[in-house]
T-cell receptor, first 115, second 113 residues
Framework: GAVVSQHPSWVICKSGTSVKIECRSLDFQATTMFWYRQFPKQSLMLMATSNEGSKATYEQGVEKDKFLINHASLTLSTLTVTSAHPEDSSFYIC???????????FGEGSRLTVL | GESVGLHLPTLSVQEGDNSIINCAYSNSASDYFIWYKQESGKGPQFIIDIRSNMDKRQGQRVTVLLNKTVKHLSLQIAATQPGDSAVYFCAENIGGSNYKLTFGKGTLLTVNP
């Protein structure tokens, strides 16, 4: 079964609202989690690296005030898309690194549609 | 198979044939490479990985070849099955142990029955 769970798997929201996506490691403690965005027929683009207990590191061009990342525990990281607009509609995928084994696992993704 | 370019390459094969998917990576400092399979609407699924101190690694029906001289990676799938139809991505870890991966553009593999 899945070792990294994302919730919700899909969400539809109105423009201007905020949406929170959760990424949970189910069987391990994740010292590092990564958030990716994927537009249709394109590759995964890394948005940010989330380290437990510290601020996330954002990739160039990703607005940290728009994409809020919180990694408050070793099993949970959240991505909040603030004031979402239709251009934020995308597939958001997280990955989590097992702090003990170093293995990396991906979630099943969360599809956001902003109307 | 086609190398990664500015479009999503496609590869169409007959069931039972072998498939070869190619990937060109850019950073000579990359020390770890992974191939992922992504089915529509799902997250990436790990297939096989290889470290930069190796040039070949085999798994079940899959083989990854690494040519560091030309910065080229390939994934070979033996006896391709309809269930192998998906988009395949190579990903590189540009140094370090934090698994901060950069993904290639992907190749769409279609297996015809």
């Amino acid at each position: 079964g899945a070792v990294v769970s994302q919730h919700p798997s899909w969400v539809i929201c109105k423009s201007g609202t905020s949406v929170k996506i959760e990424c949970r490691s189910l069987d391990f403690q994740a010292t590092t989690m990564f958030w990716y965005r994927q537009f249709p027929k394109q590759s995964l683009m890394l948005m940010a690296t989330s380290n437990e207990g510290s601020k996330a590191t954002y990739e160039q061009g990703v607005e940290k005030d728009k994409f809020l990342i919180n990694h408050a525990s070793l099993t949970l990281s959240t991505l909040t898309v603030t004031s979402a607009h239709p251009e934020d509609s995308s597939f958001y995928i997280c990955s989590a690194r097992d702090g003990t084994t170093g293995e990396l696992f991906f979630g099943e993704g969360s599809r956001l549609t902003v109307l | 198979g086609e190398s990664v370019g500015l479009h999503l390459p496609t590869l169409s094969v007959q069931e039972g044939d072998n498939s070869i998917i190619n990937c060109a990576y850019s950073n000579s400092a990359s020390d770890y490479f992974i191939w992922y399979k992504q089915e529509s609407g799902k997250g990436p699924q790990f297939i096989i990985d290889i470290r930069s101190n190796m040039d070949k690694r085999q798994g079940q029906r899959v083989t990854v070849l690494l040519n560091k001289t030309v910065k080229h990676l390939s994934l070979q799938i033996a006896a391709t099955q309809p269930g192998d139809s998906a988009v395949y991505f190579c990903a590189e870890n540009i140094g370090g142990s934090n698994y901060k991966l950069t993904f290639g553009k992907g190749t769409l593999l279609t297996v015809n029955p």
